[in-house]
């Protein structure tokens, strides 16, 4: 019987090429910023290289507005290479998240957290240590049950985010608050506290609930 072929996912090969088209785009306008291929490959090793598992163009999309934004703070001060780590664990975190392939909206709240970041930092001059809530914003975005009104509020509060920081000019601690209530929105039935103990010590249990 002939070996199944493994095939490049579309969907992740995007992923991929958002993810290096970023770092090359930082590189070239700053060779100083070389480093950002360590996480850059990190993050593509994250996803199996694009490799027999494919992302769903949902999740594409919200890695490539993670690098998008990472780049674009980058480019703005090469000394804010180091936001790519972020970067890098907002891709793991999406990638081998609970959200579905085709949940758009989540990606939308993820995406408005990392070009909130983008915009503060390049219009305020600094700030960057907010991709830090946009990180924290992914992972709780990224491993909810999926209901779309918790997405599109978490977009909004980044937006109200945005909104204030730039028009107080600098007050980006404001971006905690984002994170937090949308972390509390999906907090409303994402997450479900288990209603009893499972006593799994017998090293013959050969149950189906082992994992």
């Known amino acids: 019987m002939a070996e199944e072929r493994r095939a490049f996912k579309a969907t992740s090969l995007l992923a991929v090429a958002a993810i290096w088209g970023a770092t090359a785009a930082v590189i070239v306008a700053s060779l100083d910023s070389w480093w950002m291929v360590v996480f850059a490959t990190l993050a ?36 804010d290479t180091w936001v790519s780590v972020f970067a890098f664990l907002a891709t793991a975190a999406t990638a081998h998240g609970s959200m579905k392939r085709n949940a758009f909206p989540v990606a939308a709240g993820i995406a408005a957290a990392w ?26 975005l990224a491993n909810t049950s999926e209901r779309d009104l918790r997405a599109v509020l978490a977009v909004g509060w980044w937006a109200l985010a945005a909104f204030l920081v730039i028009l107080i000019g600098g007050a980006h601690w404001i971006t905690v608050f984002a994170f937090l209530l949308s972390a509390a929105s999906v907090g409303r ?23």
């Open 115 to 140: 070009v909130t970041c983008a915009v503060a930092v390049m219009e305020t001059g600094g700030g960057a240590w907010i991709t830090v809530f946009a990180f924290l914003t992914t992972g709780a």
């Open 44 to 79: 593509t090793a994250a996803m199996g290289f694009g490799i027999g598992r494919g992302l769903g163009l949902a999740r594409a999309l919200a890695v490539a507005a993670a690098w998008g934004s990472v780049a674009a703070i980058i480019v703005s001060d090469a000394g």
């Open 189 to 211: 039935g994402g997450f479900r506290l288990p209603s009893r103990i499972e006593w799994d010590f017998r090293a013959d249990d050969d149950s189906g609930s082992v994992r």
